[in-house]
């Protein structure tokens, strides 16, 4: 069977001899066309059409800026073949001073990190007692962006501080044949290690790794690594005040970092096929450069944000009043309450009344679960004082009121006082709860008197 007639079998359109013409009822007319090939004209009409509609930047995928032969990729990027034992593959390896700058952040503010920080932004106590210094920084670019078996991490950036520089390592595949060995050069790389630290990595990088390792037979050497994601604490401590939480949006508005000509993230898998195709090194050079600068991004964000909420600190990041109430509402979650209250005592005298209302909220809610009731009723009064329309603060004092002091009058002042003022906004579940303590307190007064 010819591969034409094949195509037809499978689209279900079936060849016309010549002065054939289909006969309606699932045949054909004569000038006309079988309603499935009919319906698949007008399918490819609207995929053209959509098609059509998309910005030249994603419809031309395939950089037109490189003309001329192509120039070999030890020209465009600084690298060497290295071979392993699983064959050989290229690999660039680069190192940063102190001196050198990320953005706002300089490589010599990086370090130390401070491994209790560290360990509070993954929520896992065994890094608290790792060396900051064992730890890998990774970032992949892949030829795609969806996952799955076949998709491949054809660049492998690794970096880690190594005494006052940084050092990194990028292992590029110059073709699938080159995998295995680049794989097994990660897995030598990565052996002596303590901790992973990477962006989305946990949904993605480490995940995909994972399945290339397994499919070339090779022992996993990430997966059983102690793992900070930083999208995660990023997203509880930064999500109030950026737009998204997407490293490039961080590393503009948190890092003062802007890449001009930088290749987009959509781009790249492109980039690599073509380079398959042609062999340019032009190709790759800015590939290579979106991998090293999303690296040292990892490695200044994780700075900043153990920054953020480390108690005694005095980084940049803390000249933000409101970054340090996310900080707080993080230690609270992860049930670092002394770091917690110390940020609030701090902030409770701050000059912004928004701040020193949610301040005093949180730090009252941490002495509450403590027990200590009567420091709780000390700030909810304070709150009162300077705003009589607080309704959290009313209800709350009506609480301790009610249950601690036993002074039912009081506390049924307090609640028909945050009932009246209860904006509109709030719902009705919580203006019933507050109807019913005011129905139980006047009970309790009744019978009392």
């Known amino acids: 069977m010819s591969v034409i007639k094949r195509l037809h079998r499978l689209t279900g359109e079936a060849a016309v001899p010549p002065g054939e013409v289909p006969v309606p009822g699932g045949g054909r007319t004569r000038g006309g066309e079988s309603p499935r090939a009919a319906e698949l004209g007008d399918l490819r009409k609207r ?32 690298g060497g073949e290295i071979t392993t034992a699983g064959g050989r593959f290229f690999c660039v390896e680069t190192m940063w001073g102190i001196s050198h700058h990320h953005g706002c952040r300089c490589i010599g503010d990086l370090s130390p990190l401070d491994m209790t920080c560290v ?46 520089r940084f050092v990194m390592k990028q292992l590029f595949m110059r073709d699938y044949s080159e995998e295995r060995a680049a794989l097994v050069f990660l897995r030598e790389l990565v052996q002596d290690r303590q901790f992973l630290v990477t962006f989305n990595g946990k ?32 997203r509880r401590l930064l999500r ?18 802007e890449r001009e000509g930088d290749v987009p ?3 790249i898998p492109q980039r690599y096929f073509d380079w398959l195709k042609r062999r340019d090194g032009r190709l790759m050079a800015d590939v290579f450069l979106h991998n090293r600068l999303d690296v040292l991004s990892m490695a200044a964000l994780t700075a900043h944000l153990t920054e953020m909420i480390a108690v005694e600190g005095t980084g940049p990041s803390l000249r933000h009043p409101p970054d340090l109430l996310a900080a707080a509402r993080l230690l609270m979650h992860r049930r670092d309450m ?6 609030l005592s701090n902030l409770v005298s701050a000059s912004c009344p928004v701040t020193v209302r949610q301040a005093c909220r949180l730090l009252s809610l941490i002495h509450k679960r403590a027990g200590e009731w009567p420091q709780a009723a000390e700030i909810w009064g304070e709150m009162i004082a300077r705003d009589p329309d607080d309704a959290f603060a009313l209800v709350e004092l009506a609480k301790w009121y009610e249950h601690r002091t036993h002074n039912y009058t009081q506390a049924l002042n307090l609640a028909c006082q945050a009932l009246q003022i209860l904006p509109l906004s709030a719902l009705e579940t919580e203006r019933e709860v507050l109807r019913r303590r005011i129905a139980r307190l006047e009970r309790r007064l009744a019978r009392s008197g």
């Open 338 to 343: 002394v770091g917690a209250r110390r940020i």
């Open 265 to 267: 993230g959509y781009e």
């Open 119 to 164: 360990s509070t932004l993954a929520n896992d106590g065994v890094l608290a007692g790792l060396d900051y210094t064992r730890g890998v920084f990774l970032d992949t670019e892949t030829t795609g962006l969806s996952g799955g078996t076949g998709t491949v991490a054809f660049l492998i950036g690794v970096g880690w501080f190594e005494g006052s």
């Open 203 to 234: 949904a993605f990088d480490v995940n995909l790794l994972t399945a290339r390792f397994i499919l070339n037979r090779l022992a996993d050497p990430l997966g059983g690594l102690p793992h900070l994601d930083l999208l995660h604490p990023s």
């Open 240 to 257: 109030h005040r950026l737009e998204n939480v997407r490293l490039g949006t961080i590393e503009g508005a948190i890092l003062s970092l």
């Open 47 to 78: 995929i053209d059409a959509v098609l059509a509609r998309r910005p030249e930047s994603l419809r031309e995928s395939s950089p037109s800026s490189f003309h001329g032969p192509s120039r070999p990729l030890e020209e465009c990027v600084s």
